[in-house]
Every structure is written in structure tokens, then in C-alpha cells.
């Protein structure tokens, strides 16, 4: 009984770091990558960097724990995106904004980024396998894998050679929209699901001024979807 009311405030004060070691680094890997030391994220969050290290015992947990909360994020979006628009061209267009606006992008996993490159490099043109395909017995084309990234240590955490639920979950309902607007004629032919990924990251800019940087992630994301739409041939 007497335990409890001094054991109370530490349980509230554990949570509320671990709050903001979440939060910063989410800003931290954003902003420099997943390369970024942990010593940078106890910095921005205020803690002792012991104190992150008893949340988190490797660095690679942390990331693994922040690329999921933002591939899981991206996954509702995507499945959003498909559930309200029933124009093909809309719902897609509508995942990258939401997606873009989030910053998601700046936190997506490196082998999610990597979705095909395994087939380019193979040189596979054909266009069964312009989009990873669903997983069956017997698949037709290059069958949906994710790509182990050779990188430096500090970038692997990110990168295990099994195939992460999360990101396949991702993978498929972004196949979806690719193929629907490609589907509908709407889609540029040699547009990839790698490319529709790379969108997000690439207009996803860390700028330090709040209205900047939405402005900059609004209009570069307008000039990228007029790159990724079909326009008649004249």
C-alpha cells in the first residue's frame, strides 16, 4: 500500500518520455535519415541518452518501431483513399496529397523503396512487371518481394531480409490504386508502384519553417502528378 502512490508518477513520467523520444525521433530520422546517432535523438527529446537506450536496447528497434507506425500509417491512407473515391485517377491522387501533407514519406522503410529494382537491374520491361504482383503458386510475372538495400550499418536496422507484414500490406493496396488508374487509362504506362513511393518521399521536404515547407510539398507534389498522368496521344 505504500508503494503505490510513489510508483503512480514514475509510471507517468516513463510514458511521457517515451512520448517524446517517439516524437523526436520521428523529426530526427526525418530530417537527416534513419543514419542519424541516437545520441541526436535524446538530444532533441530532451532525455539522457541511457534513457532512450532502456526503451529501446539497439537502435535498430527504435527505427523498426518508427518505420512500422509510418508504413502502418500510409497503409490506412492508401485504404482510405480506395474505400471514398470511386474515380481511379481521384484515389490515387488523393493518397499521395494525404500522404505527402503527413510526412510520412520522409520515414518510409529503404526496401520498401527499393520494390523493383531487382527486376530493372534484370533488365524485365514487359508490363506485368512494371507492378510487383500478389504472391501465388504459380505467379506469371516477378512475383511481390522486398529488396535487400547493401548499406552502411547504421542504415540496415530498416532493412531485414525478412519480408515485413506491415510493408506488404502497404505494397498491396498501393498496387491497387496503381492499377486502377493504369486500368482506367489515366495512369502513365511506365509509371512503377516504386515510382508512386518515391513521390511520397521525394515530395516530403524538411523545411524549417512550417508554411514553407507545406507550400514547397503542395507544389512539387502538383508538378510530380502532372509527371505521373496519361495525356492523349496527339
Aim: net charge negative.
Amino acid at each position: 500500500m505504500g508503494d503505490g502512490p510513489r510508483s503512480t508518477p514514475l509510471r507517468v513520467d516513463a510514458q511521457r518520455n517515451l512520448e517524446h523520444v517517439l516524437r523526436a525521433a520521428r523529426e530526427v530520422f526525418g530530417e537527416l535519415g534513419y543514419g542519424a546517432p541516437m545520441e541526436d535523438v535524446a538530444r532533441r527529446a530532451r532525455v539522457g541518452v541511457g534513457t532512450v537506450y532502456r526503451r529501446f536496447p539497439s537502435k535498430d528497434v527504435l527505427v523498426r518501431r518508427i518505420a512500422e507506425e509510418e508504413t502502418s500509417r500510409l497503409t490506412d491512407q492508401a485504404r482510405s483513399a480506395l474505400g471514398q473515391e470511386d474515380e481511379p485517377w481521384s484515389a490515387l491522387s488523393r493518397f499521395l496529397r494525404t500522404s505527402v501533407a503527413s510526412g510520412a514519406g520522409r520515414l518510409l522503410p529503404p526496401q520498401v523503396l527499393r520494390v523493383g529494382v531487382a527486376d530493372e537491374v534484370a533488365g524485365v520491361r514487359d508490363d506485368e512487371a512494371r507492378v510487383p504482383q500478389q504472391r501465388q503458386a504459380a505467379p506469371a510475372g516477378p512475383e511481390l518481394r522486398l529488396v535487400e538495400q547493401r548499406s552502411a550499418p547504421a542504415e540496415q536496422s530498416a532493412e531485414s531480409a525478412a519480408v515485413d507484414p506491415g510493408a506488404v500490406a502497404l505494397l498491396d493496396d498501393v498496387v491497387r490504386l496503381v492499377e486502377r488508374a493504369r486500368a482506367a487509362g489515366e495512369l502513365r504506362a511506365d509509371v512503377t508502384v516504386s515510382d508512386v513511393l518515391l513521390v511520397i518521399a521525394t515530395a516530403a521536404p524538411s523545411l524549417p519553417d512550417a508554411a514553407q515547407q507545406a507550400a514547397a510539398s503542395s507544389r512539387l507534389l502538383d508538378i510530380l502528378l502532372e509527371g505521373l498522368r496519361s495525356r492523349p496521344t496527339v
